[in-house]
């Protein structure tokens, strides 16, 4: 709880060591985008629509919204193209299959 209270990412034990656990690291100081963030970005980078990834991730067109609404805030930026170029400039990349 004090991790989270100072701005610390909490990640439990059991998750650490996986292949697909904080599969894609930014180069920043900010909190991590969360896993379905992470593969809501990985969509974007494809080039893909809202209801593409809604369809591919098996939810809503609103919630991919809210997802990348999330990522936006996330790197600062306007649009799903600078949201795309920032990731890229920042280091995110798509974490090889294992």
């Given at each position: 709880m004090r991790l989270v209270l100072n701005g610390d990412?909490?990640?439990?034990?059991e998750?650490?060591?996986?292949?697909?656990?904080?599969a894609l690291e930014a180069a920043t100081d900010k909190a991590p985008l969360t896993q379905r963030q992470e593969l809501v970005l990985r969509e974007l980078l494809d080039g893909r629509s809202?209801?593409?990834?809604g369809t591919t991730l098996n939810v809503s067109e609103e919630t991919v919204k809210t997802h990348v609404a999330a990522i936006l805030r996330h790197f600062d930026v306007q649009n799903r193209t600078q949201a795309?170029?920032?990731?890229?400039?920042?280091?995110?990349?798509?974490?090889?299959?294992?």
């Amino acid at each position: 709880m004090r991790l989270v209270l100072n701005g610390d990412v909490y990640s439990p034990r059991e998750l650490e060591g996986r292949s697909d656990f904080g599969a894609l690291e930014a180069a920043t100081d900010k909190a991590p985008l969360t896993q379905r963030q992470e593969l809501v970005l990985r969509e974007l980078l494809d080039g893909r629509s809202n209801k593409e990834i809604g369809t591919t991730l098996n939810v809503s067109e609103e919630t991919v919204k809210t997802h990348v609404a999330a990522i936006l805030r996330h790197f600062d930026v306007q649009n799903r193209t600078q949201a795309v170029v920032a990731a890229a400039r920042s280091g995110y990349r798509p974490a090889t299959a294992a």
